[in-house]
């Protein structure tokens, strides 16, 4: 059964930074690219960023380009979200994603960045 654990988020001022991670199992992690969601309420989710499985290619969506970074650990089975520079427009619940198994979700991991 495919399960995917959020962890990292929190409480942090404008400007500070977060590491989520997302810790998964039930299916071949290194097999499959992984992505990073977002949401806030009232809003649809969001692609924040994609990590292919090989190869290191990675997207970002524009609003977070040059301050978020996407990366993988395939013998941990765990995808991280490095934040930085945050903005309180980056306050959602994040969600990691597996490209294979899309229709799986964590319980996601709340960010809330306020002074």
């Known amino acids: 059964q495919v399960q995917l654990v959020e962890s990292g988020g929190g409480l942090v001022q404008p400007g500070g930074s977060l590491r989520l991670s997302c810790a998964a199992s039930g299916f071949t992690f290194s097999l499959s690219g992984m992505s990073w969601y977002r949401q806030v309420p009232g809003k649809e989710r969001e692609l924040v960023a994609f990590?292919?499985?090989?190869?290191?290619?990675?997207n970002y969506a524009d609003s977070v380009k040059g301050r978020f970074t996407i990366s993988r650990d395939n013998a941990k089975n765990t995808v991280y979200l490095q934040m930085n520079s945050l903005k309180p427009e980056d306050t959602a619940v994040y969600y990691c994603?597996?490209?294979?198994?899309?229709?799986?979700w964590g319980q996601g991991t709340q960010v809330t960045v306020s002074s």
């Open positions: 990590i292919a499985s090989v190869g290191g290619i990675t």
């Open positions: 994603n597996s490209v294979r198994n899309r229709g799986y």
